[in-house]
């Protein structure tokens, strides 16, 4: 069952998600861009590369001018300025012009990674992304978010730039390791707990069938997670409002991901973030001691973690304090008062904060 | 004699160019930004900043929350990541945040920096332009055009971002040397050339005033100068066909320039590639044998070179064929049928090109 979505700004439409089981349809795709006289490069790290760059460069061989590959060594400690200078240098060398086009194949740190190159190789030019983790299907396929890190501070180096098509099989997911498909899993309850009480439900009710990868579920949970995110964005281009409704858990989950940053995939620190951000609401009085348990309750049904006992709070807050949530010396901090329905509070002092940090610290979820 | 010009993104005016005798008014343009509760970075080199720093920094204290300054070594050789990631350090030291702002004061190598380092600082922060040599003046205030040398290629890592206000006081030419002065007449007089007739005669009418730096002049051939780059820029954001008309001169310019990188400034080689063209107009039949000479005679009038003696033919030609010019394989060369009229040729062969190229090295200047 395949599925689309196409992404506007200004009203116009930008690109198309596609969300296919396989790559069957991906050379009809690509023939739609015009890429028969253009040189294609595949940016892709060693893990994934491993899996997909065969079968995919035999599909852009056929389509394209010329192809090439880029490959780096996996892992986020490779998104940085380095990679990228590697990444300019290969180009001129193939003599990329700025009518050729990058293919982001893999998870986050490769479409951030190749997109911010695309967005500042010869002041720009076009890319795809074939996004083969669920974090990054759900979550980078929208939004137009690049970016590297730099000396330690995460994506503190970016741009705004839009992919061309975002190219999604969801046979991909397979050949994640199981703790990391449900790390992915964070971001899509996340588009529930913030904007879909149905989509919650529906993913209470199908865990067995998304645990078991069937296809018809995958696809319906990356469709509506990509157009939850789509109609945020939309309404708020450059981050000004609404769109950080999207940062929901990420407060607290970019902090403790910072101090635990060896051990757990980014989706667990979401996990664990949104069950502070839950108790956080329920706490100043805006959600019920209900809605917060059945929030919990999902993700632990997902099998994500919602304490971490390793957090050293005073360094979480400090960490906080220097996050780019911050604006003019104020936090924004994202809560909900009911299930499906979030808010920006800028009234969140760090006494609260540190309550909730001592919760998810202290496996104090009897509460 | 104040002027000023709104500069417009799909019919909206994103920023002004206001243009004044000195830094008078600079407080009160800063006001309409709101910067009470925002912190400035000055961004500026060691020539540049050794004469302005002080008065600017004094004028951006009254206004804004805090005050920072960022030097680096003068020279288009700094223009580089390095110097991007030193201010990037600068930038996360002194806690910026998205509400801050850049403010780059200097000529284009400052300007492209800072516009470049905004760009890409947190996926993007304000900035605004104080530009201080006529080149970067007409030449960098519209556009978008940032960035940074790469591995030896000029602007190769960039993006379009736009500035929040460009201030021009010219009395800042006055602290320019004589050639650097006149070698953004090359720019200047670039304008008449493509698009405005009157204009080019009123450089010609009007040289001693221009280069006597008489204020009322200074301003109006500034204002021209912007405002025919506007009107192409905005006709054409992307660099997809009109404002390629801005490159004439610069294909080969660019060329000469990459070999005589040391000597030559800018305009000087844009001057030499003007010649260039427009004999490669005239050989073509598009242009007459007067309006060439005229041309020739502008240039001259302004003390620009019309030719090169050490220009190696065959490496020329060979660095057109890398410049960011080429689109597919194929050179866009800019020609002009008269005076204030251009317009794109894809017809240009290699022995063209190579015909002009002997036509500037060899001084034939009487054909």
Redesign the interface.
Known sequence: MSERLAVHE?HNIIYEIVIEKDFENLKSELNKLKVS??KLCIVTETTVGAIYTREIKKILEECAKETFVFTFEAGEKNKN?YTI?DL??FL?EK?F???DMLVALGGGVTGDMTGYCA??????IDFIQIPTSLLAQVDSSVGG???VD??G?K??????YQPKLVYIATDTLKTLTKREFLSGMGEVIKYGIIKDKEFFYYLKKHADEIKNYEEQALSYIIKVSCDTKRKVVESDF?EQGERALLNFGHTLGHAIEKYLYMDMLHGECVSVGMAGAAFLSYDKGYLSEHAKKEIIDLLTLYELPVSESRIYVEKVLAATG?D?K???GKIKFIVIDEIGHSFIDKSVSLSEMESALYYITENRMEI
């Open positions: 200004n006289e253009r300025l200078k300019y240098t001129i003599h012009d700025r009518r967005a500042t190789y010869l002041r720009g978010k690049t970016g730099f000396d501070y994506n503190m180096v970016g741009a705004f450059k220097s780019k911050m604006e003019g």
